[in-house]
């Protein structure tokens, strides 16, 4: 029954988006006959399965749980694909490439030393998710996803020859 309730709980959620809508966790409580502590307790259950409810509350990053944007990014970090992750979060892969190319900036702008404030004016993210990806950009160094990061950063690399035409053109 639990099993049950939360594919339910999944599909209608899925459904919602469809639909260009999104539900709330008291939407699918009403929806399914259940209580607001139940869908959550599911929530968090299907969280530490790497999958999600796609509420109205993770769709806008509302509340104290960790953006489904870092979760994304985390799991290309771990060499999942892009389809995966898509099929994983039920996101487009066109969301989840947007995802890392601005987690890709916000590690290029943190590499390059650039403060919380200024990253944010920059990118036009939040500070909440800013602080997300830093503290994944950290956890990536860590915990040996050093590679598919530094995969990411090489699209700023400028190769030598060019970087000392631009220097020499700027005198």
Request: charged share 30%; proline share 2%.
């Amino acid at each position: 029954m639990i099993a049950y309730r939360r594919n339910k709980e999944l599909r209608l959620c899925d459904e919602a988006i469809d639909h260009g809508g999104v539900l709330t966790q008291e939407d699918l409580a009403i929806l399914l006959g259940t209580s607001l502590s139940t869908i959550k307790r599911d929530d968090a259950y299907l969280m530490k399965k790497d999958t999600s409810l796609l509420t109205r509350g993770m769709m806008e990053d509302i509340g104290r749980s960790v953006s489904h944007k870092t979760k994304a990014v985390e799991l290309y970090l771990k060499n999942y694909t892009l389809s995966e992750i898509a099929r994983k979060m039920a996101h487009s892969p066109s969301s989840v490439n947007r995802y890392l190319e601005d987690f890709s900036v916000v590690a290029f702008l943190h590499r390059e030393s650039y403060p919380l404030l200024t990253i944010r004016k920059i990118t036009k993210l939040s500070e909440r998710l800013i602080g997300e990806y830093i503290d994944l950009i950290k956890r990536a160094e860590s915990e040996g996803y050093k590679d598919r990061l530094n995969l990411l950063l090489d699209q700023f690399k400028v190769n030598e020859p060019l970087k000392k035409t631009l220097e020499e053109g700027a005198q």
